[in-house]
């Protein structure tokens, strides 16, 4: 049974006791978190339902593992015979979660 979620602006296909890397969830860790914006559903047996964009009465719920940053990203810029040059790194924050259940 797996299931495709929307969160942050993209998507993720889960399962029961996956674990995922997404954009930051407002939380601290051990809290329970829902997702309700389920697009695509498949159960062992075979049966796909799929939402137009979303199913209802179909969550996800997972547990906060902890919050964290990814490696930094180095924007670099330069401008040839100016002696001109910007050096800019950004590190975006991210929300490990583990997925407990699916609900149909």
């Known amino acids: 049974m797996f299931a495709v979620i929307k969160t942050g602006g993209k998507q993720y296909r889960v399962a029961a006791n996956d674990t995922i890397t997404i954009a930051t969830l407002p939380g601290e860790a051990g809290e329970t978190v ?6 695509l559903f498949a159960d062992g047996a075979g049966a796909t339902q799929v939402g137009a964009p979303t199913l209802s009465g179909i969550s996800v719920t ?38 407990t259940a699916i609900s149909a």
Do not use: C, M, P, W
């Open 62 to 99: 997972g547990e906060i593992v902890s919050h964290g940053r990814d490696k930094k990203v180095i924007a670099f810029k330069k401008r040839r015979r100016q002696n001109s040059r910007r050096k800019r790194g950004h590190r975006q924050h991210h929300t490990v979660v583990r997925i």
């Open 34 to 39: 829902t997702f309700g914006e389920v697009l």
